[in-house]
């Protein structure tokens, strides 16, 4: 085993279903931009926020975040504080999950 599978597989068992996982593509390893998923195969559901805060202070390619959340999460880290404000309010508008949480 090479020296990066190990460091990859020791960010891995930080995730608190590594056990039981079955996910064959994982957003902690550090090998996954290498990596191809078949549509029929299952994804991590681990929340994002969880995969966040164990892939913090790692070099992970995309910090714990999937191939198709990585673009996603550039394009937002590239806008500036008011066109977030603005996207923001917009989904304040249409989201039942996000009306009740003003202070976000």
């Given at each position: ?19 039981y996982c079955?996910?064959?593509i ?10 191809d ?8 559901t ?5 995969r ?9 390619s ?7 959340e990585w673009?996603a999460?550039?394009?937002?880290e ?5 066109e977030?404000?603005?996207?923001i ?5 249409i ?5 009740g949480?003003?202070?976000?």
């Amino acid at each position: 085993m090479s020296l990066v599978e190990k460091e990859s597989l020791a960010i891995m068992k930080l995730c608190p279903r590594f056990s039981y996982c079955s996910v064959p593509i994982c957003p902690l390893d550090l090998q996954q931009d290498e990596r191809d998923r078949i549509k029929s195969e299952p994804r991590c559901t681990l929340a994002k926020s969880y995969r966040l805060k164990i892939g913090q202070n790692t070099r992970l390619s995309f910090e714990a975040l999937t191939k198709r959340e990585w673009p996603a999460s550039q394009r937002w880290e590239a806008l500036g504080e008011d066109e977030r404000a603005d996207k923001i309010a917009i989904l304040r508008k249409i989201s039942p999950f996000l009306r009740g949480n003003q202070n976000k």
